[in-house]
C-alpha cells in the first residue's frame, strides 16, 4: 500500500509541477528506437516462533530474487512503442527451522526463470522531461524449481506459464536520449501447466495485481 501511494503521489506532484502546453509535453516521436534495461532485486530476512505438536520452533528465512530484462523497441507511431521483451530470474528461499533447544532443519526452494514477450507501450507526456506510460505484455515464462532439504528428498519441476499483463511506469528524460526508467506493479493474468520429477502435471490458471520483488522494475533506457 505504501508503494501504491508513492506512486500516486509522484503523478500528482507531475502533473502540479508541469505548467507547459500540450505542445511542450514530451514527446516520442514516430520512428524512433529504443534499447533498454530493466532490473529487480528482492532481498527479504525474517525470524518467527511458531508450534508445532507441542514443540515451539524458530525458524530463520531469507528470501532473495534477481532479475534482468533487456528490451527493444520501435515507435511505429508518436508516444507509441512496440517491441520484445527477453528476460533471466532466480530466487531462492532458504529456511531453517530451530527446535528451541534442540537440532535444526534446514529447507531450500531455488527457481529460475525465463521470459519472452511482445510488448505495447502508451506515452503520456507531463513536461518536457517527464511521461508515465502504460504497458501491455504478452509473453511466456519457462521455470525450473528445486527443492532440499535436511528431512525431505531432492524434488525437481518445471513450470509453462502464458501470461497477460499491464503495468504502468514512470520515464524521466536526463538527456535527450536517456531516461530512467520505473515500473511499479502488474495487473496479470497468467495460465500455468506445471510437471514434477515424477511425471505428475499440474494445470491453473490466476488473475492478480502484484507488487512483489519481481514486479518493481528499475532501469535506463536510451531512445534514438
Known amino acids: 500500500m505504501k508503494k501504491v501511494l508513492l506512486f500516486t503521489a509522484i503523478l500528482f506532484m507531475a502533473n502540479l509541477y508541469s505548467q507547459e502546453t500540450a505542445n511542450d509535453r514530451l514527446t516520442i516521436k514516430k520512428g524512433t ?5 530493466d532490473f529487480s532485486l528482492g532481498i527479504n ?63 531450500e526452494a531455488k527457481t529460475e526463470t525465463v521470459t519472452i514477450a ?23 515464462n519457462w521455470s525450473w524449481n528445486e527443492n532440499t532439504g535436511d528431512t525431505i528428498e531432492r524434488t525437481t519441476s518445471n513450470v509453462d506459464e502464458y501470461f497477460v499483463a499491464f503495468r504502468p511506469g514512470i520515464s524521466f528524460f536526463v538527456s535527450k536520449g536517456l531516461a530512467f526508467e520505473s515500473s511499479i506493479g502488474a495487473l496479470r493474468y497468467s495460465s500455468f501447466d506445471s510437471e514434477n520429477g515424477q511425471g505428475n502435471q499440474t494445470e491453473s490458471t490466476n488473475l492478480d495485481f502484484s507488487l512483489n520483488a519481481s514486479d518493481l522494475l528499475f532501469g535506463l533506457s536510451y531512445y534514438f
Open 33 to 37: 528506437l529504443n534499447l533498454a534495461g
Open 45 to 107: 530476512n525474517s525470524e518467527t516462533r511458531f508450534e508445532s505438536f507441542d514443540q515451539e520452533f524458530q525458524r530463520d528465512s531469507d528470501r532473495t530474487s534477481v532479475s534482468i530484462f533487456p528490451r527493444f523497441g520501435y515507435a511505429f507511431a508518436d508516444n507509441w512503442l512496440v517491441g520484445l521483451i527477453a528476460g533471466y530470474g532466480v530466487s531462492k528461499i532458504e529456511n531453517n527451522d530451530i527446535e528451541l533447544g534442540a537440532e535444526s532443519n534446514f529447507f
Open 118 to 140: 511482445p510488448y505495447a507501450r502508451r506515452y503520456f507526456g507531463l513536461n518536457k522531461n517527464l511521461a508515465i506510460y502504460l504497458q501491455g505484455e504478452l509473453g511466456l
